[in-house]
């Protein structure tokens, strides 16, 4: 299951804390799928990707509640946590960065430690993409919910297309590394 986290609504569309949701659109344009059955406060569709059947979902719960719409999702289809993919913004890695990781802590991300609690476990991989610190004088609160300068699009477009690829690869190796 590939979960791409954000708030849901206009106001939060194209806004920083949404680049979960903004690469779960960009894989189901790829993969020509539809997210938009609603099931378990989330919008969901499945698809296949290197092979495997693949479910995705954007929780349509804020942030900090993401975890309960996720654990839903899981119990529902019978996955487990291994199984699962959360695709989120990292404000600790600069603009553009992309890193795949097993495991962890939330790293003070909201939405990542909702799940952590709701599942009971960290045993999950993360695709984290970097939207950088906010500049002096602004509040990360303010910073994640603000939208994407235009001269960054080209720097989000290929951090998407790393994630996009990332996610291919933990697909297809179904490894921890």
């Not at 969901?44 to 929780?59: S, T």
């Not at 899981?74 to 992309?98: A, E, Q």
């Not at 991989?125 to 950088?132: A, K, Q, T």
Request: proline content about 2%; aromatic content about 8%.
């Amino acid at each position: 299951m590939v979960v791409g986290l954000g708030n849901y609504g206009k106001r939060y569309e194209k806004t920083r804390h949404n680049i979960g949701f903004i690469t779960i659109d960009r894989l189901a344009s790829e993969y020509n799928l539809r997210i938009d059955k609603k099931c378990n406060l989330s919008l969901i569709g499945n698809g296949v990707i290197e092979g495997e059947d693949v479910l995705f979902a954007k929780p349509q719960t804020y942030m900090n509640r993401s975890g309960i719409a996720v654990n839903s999702i899981l119990t529902d289809n019978s996955l487990l946590p291994s199984d699962l993919i959360v695709i989120y913004d990292d404000i600790d890695l600069n603009l553009g960065t992309v890193k795949k990781k097993f495991n962890g802590g939330d790293a003070g991300h909201r939405g990542v430690r909702s799940i952590i609690e709701s599942l009971s476990t960290r045993d999950f991989f993360r695709v984290r993409i970097g939207i950088g610190r906010p500049p002096e004088g602004i509040d990360a609160s303010d910073y994640v919910l603000s939208k994407f300068h235009k001269d960054e699009s080209e720097v989000i477009h290929n951090s998407i297309e790393k994630a996009f690829y990332l996610i291919k690869e933990i697909i297809k190796e179904g490894s921890k590394g």
